[in-house]
């Protein structure tokens, strides 16, 4: 168990919903890197290679590689968010626009596996299926709301996740953003006696990513203290998950503090809510900053359904899911 931080936090990262940031994230390719990304899309489909294969070095790239460093200042020591606005989706293929994607996250850190089997670009689609308890079917996969929540909180998070969007929703998939040093700010001022149990390991469903013969739960903390900062494993609704797979019922502490971290992000003023239009990526720093998307209805035609392509990154260890 990491030292407990009892002291507010305050950092860039420290923001609400009516907090002014300086284009309220946005970070635009400028012609240059468009000019640049135009020259790889016409490489790429004159020579194609599978995608995670392909590395920004085989390409001439500066202004993308200048504006790919201002991207991870801001995710990893600003505002702990960027929406990057935009790739040509509109008249390249998607594969190609996917290509341009991995290249621009490649300058940001190094991608690694999302799921168990290697996996390194992941859909998000709807399947059709309903997310459940021991299920594997992570919320990504279904139309339904998300809750708050940081990626792989049960396994090896991420420092990053990015997000391209490829099709928009007919209706809904508002995607949102929150601090969580600003909600660990308040879970400090009005539940002060429960963010030391946050700090504790709790249950987790590790939605079938794992080995066959692994365990079906882990055991780590929601919060982990890194100098001043505060990481955070936040997914609250997967504590429950993991618990109902134990057939262990929280104690009524722990219970207590699991309900306090679904109830404050959802407070209205401090969320940053925006839609997400085809071509853009969405990166966040996700340690210490929730994401979600609202319930959406999707098109009827396959090839207009709803679709983001996700990636990790992250620095430490190997890029194998675990690590």
């Known amino acids: 168990m990491s030292t407990v931080l009892h002291t507010p936090l305050a950092s860039p990262m420290t923001w609400k919903a009516d907090t002014l940031l300086e284009d309220d994230g946005l970070v635009v390719l400028d012609p240059d890197c468009l000019a640049e990304l135009d020259a790889a899309a016409a490489e790429l489909e004159a020579n194609p290679l599978p995608t995670e294969t392909l590395s920004p070095e085989f390409f ?170 505060v990481l955070a494993n936040y997914s609250p609704f997967l504590v429950l998950a993991g618990y109902h797979l134990r057939n262990e019922p929280p104690d009524p502490h722990t219970r207590a503090a699991i309900d306090a971290l679904i109830e404050v992000p959802e407070r209205d003023g401090l969320g940053k809510s925006f839609v997400f239009e085809r071509g853009q990526i969405q990166i966040v720093n996700n340690r210490r900053i929730g994401h979600r998307r609202t319930a959406f209805e999707d098109w009827d035609e396959p090839e207009r359904r709803r679709h983001l392509v996700r990636i990790w990154l992250r620095d430490g260890g190997r890029p194998f899911y675990h690590g």
């Not at 702990?80 to 998607?94: N, T, V, W």
């Open 60 to 229: 001439e790239m500066p202004a993308c590689a200048a504006r790919m460093q201002r991207v991870r200042t801001q995710v990893y020591d600003g505002i702990g968010f960027a929406i990057i606005d935009r790739l040509p989706a509109e008249r390249l293929s998607k594969q190609t626009t996917t290509g341009l994607y991995w290249l621009l996250m490649s300058l940001v850190g190094r991608p690694v596996a999302q799921k168990w089997d290697g996996t390194l670009l992941y859909d998000v689609l709807d399947t059709g299926k309903k997310a459940g308890p021991g299920t594997g079917v992570r919320s990504s996969k279904t139309n339904g709301h998300q809750g708050y929540h940081t990626d792989n909180a049960f396994n090896l998070a991420p420092d990053c996740a990015a997000l391209l969007c490829l099709q928009t929703a007919k209706s809904g998939g508002v995607s949102g953003l929150v601090s969580l040093e600003t909600v660990y700010n308040i879970l400090l001022a009005e539940h002060g006696d429960l963010v030391p149990r946050l700090y504790e390991p709790v249950y987790w469903d590790r939605q079938m990513e794992h080995a066959p013969d692994d365990a079906r739960v882990s055991f780590q903390p929601v919060f982990e203290a890194d100098g001043d900062r």
